[in-house]
């Protein structure tokens, strides 16, 4: 059994579609998603021995994946990956800007190179993606981006500089919607709540504890699956998403909505996660506990 999408087979036939931050959590299992649907999928990341495996993993199941190492923090390797993309697949037809990341810290204790890292992690990369993709294929022959941020809405306490990145990615987001929509190019975000991936294990004993309370301080109790954030992404990027540019979805299980004057958030078990990852583990912080400090 393959991934499990909702959306037709084929729907990206002939298109070929960037996913950095492809070796791991929400990256991979777009990349696997796209693939099943038909698209030649490029993966980006750091680590060559993650992005190794997931090539292993689509092309298992039939789909068409090539590799590239690419910190997306340096330009020159952006630019090159981009030139590496369109060298060996001929085109870009979508780029999906997942890679980032981040720690916790109380803000009067982030450095300011701390705080720059993060920058240019959750913004400035993504930034230099959308430009170079832009400028070396879209601008010509059309396509669509979508951009991954966070539920960073009114604030993000003890992860201030992502929350800032974020929010910057966002507003990059609506204008470039606005600057590239007469070359045909659609430029979207999905807003990311807490998403049980691999990238909770990675997070500090502190940081995982707080992880732990967190479906209790939503209106759906639950954590995300990466798939329900794939699905968002894949429909930004289908035809049925053609009038649709300069906007975001919230996959968030209502998080933003819960403010202080409603606090009495009934414990329940009435939404039932879609999973149509094949290949999805639950994060070991939620079969083993956290990490010990």
């Given at each position: 059994?393959?991934?499990?999408?909702?959306?037709?087979?084929?729907?990206?036939?002939?298109?070929?579609?960037?996913?950095?931050?492809?070796?791991?959590?929400?990256?991979?299992?777009?990349?696997?998603?796209?693939?099943?649907?038909?698209?030649?999928?490029?993966?980006?990341?750091?680590?060559?021995?993650?992005l190794?495996?997931?090539?292993?993993?689509?092309?298992?199941?039939?789909?068409?994946?090539?590799?590239?190492?690419?910190?997306?923090?340096?330009?020159?390797?952006?630019?090159?990956?981009?030139?590496?993309?369109?060298?060996?697949?001929?085109?870009?037809?979508?780029?999906?800007?997942?890679?980032?990341?981040?720690?916790?810290?109380?803000?009067?204790?982030?450095?300011?190179?701390?705080?720059?890292?993060?920058?240019?992690?959750?913004?400035?990369?993504?930034?230099?993606?959308?430009?170079?993709?832009?400028?070396?294929?879209?601008?010509?022959?059309?396509?669509?981006?979508?951009?991954?941020i966070?539920?960073?809405?009114?604030?993000?306490?003890?992860?201030a500089?992502?929350?800032?990145?974020?929010?910057?990615?966002?507003?990059?987001?609506?204008?470039?919607a606005?600057?590239?929509?007469?070359?045909?190019?659609?430029?979207?975000?999905?807003?990311?709540?807490?998403?049980?991936?691999?990238?909770?294990?990675?997070?500090?004993?502190?940081?995982?504890?707080?992880?732990?309370?967190?479906?209790?301080?939503?209106?759906?109790?639950?954590?995300g699956?990466?798939?329900?954030?794939?699905?968002?992404?894949?429909?930004?990027?289908?035809?049925?998403?053609?009038?649709?540019?300069?906007?975001?979805?919230?996959?968030?299980?209502?998080?933003?909505?819960?403010?202080?004057?409603?606090?009495?958030?009934?414990?329940?078990?009435?939404?039932?996660?879609?999973?149509?990852?094949?290949?999805?583990?639950?994060?070991?912080?939620?079969?083993?506990?956290?990490?010990?400090?």
């Open positions: 059994m393959g991934y499990q999408s909702v959306f037709r087979d084929g729907l990206f036939d002939g298109q070929v579609a960037i996913v950095t931050g492809g070796g791991s959590g929400i990256g991979r299992c777009t990349a696997h998603e796209l693939a099943s649907l038909g698209a030649t999928v490029a993966i980006v990341g750091r680590d060559p021995e993650k190794a495996s997931v090539k292993a993993e689509i092309e298992s199941g039939g789909g068409v994946v090539s590799t590239h190492v690419c910190d997306i923090r340096e330009e020159s390797m952006v630019v090159q990956t981009v030139e590496d993309v369109l060298t060996k697949h001929g085109r870009i037809d979508a780029l999906i800007n997942n890679a980032g990341g981040q720690y916790r810290q109380a803000l009067e204790d982030i450095s300011t190179n701390g705080f720059e890292a993060v920058v240019r992690n959750n913004l400035t990369g993504g930034f230099i993606f959308m430009r170079e993709v832009y400028n070396r294929w879209m601008k010509e022959h059309r396509g669509s981006i979508v951009n991954i966070a539920d960073m809405w009114h604030g993000w306490p003890a992860y500089h992502s929350g800032a990145a974020r929010a910057g990615m966002w507003n990059l987001t609506e204008s470039a606005s600057e590239w929509a007469s070359a045909g190019v659609r430029i979207n975000a999905v807003a990311v709540g807490g998403v049980a991936s691999s990238g909770f294990d990675t997070y500090t004993p502190e940081a995982q504890k707080e992880i732990l309370k967190f479906p209790t301080k939503i209106p759906l109790q639950r954590y699956t990466v798939s329900e954030i794939s699905g968002a992404i894949v429909y930004l990027l289908s035809p049925v998403a053609a009038y649709i540019t300069g906007t975001c979805i919230r996959v968030d299980g209502g998080g933003p909505n819960a403010r202080f004057c409603y606090t009495d958030l009934k414990p329940h078990q009435n939404s039932d996660p879609f999973n149509g990852f094949h290949l999805d583990e639950p994060p070991k912080l939620l079969t083993e506990g956290p990490k010990k400090a």
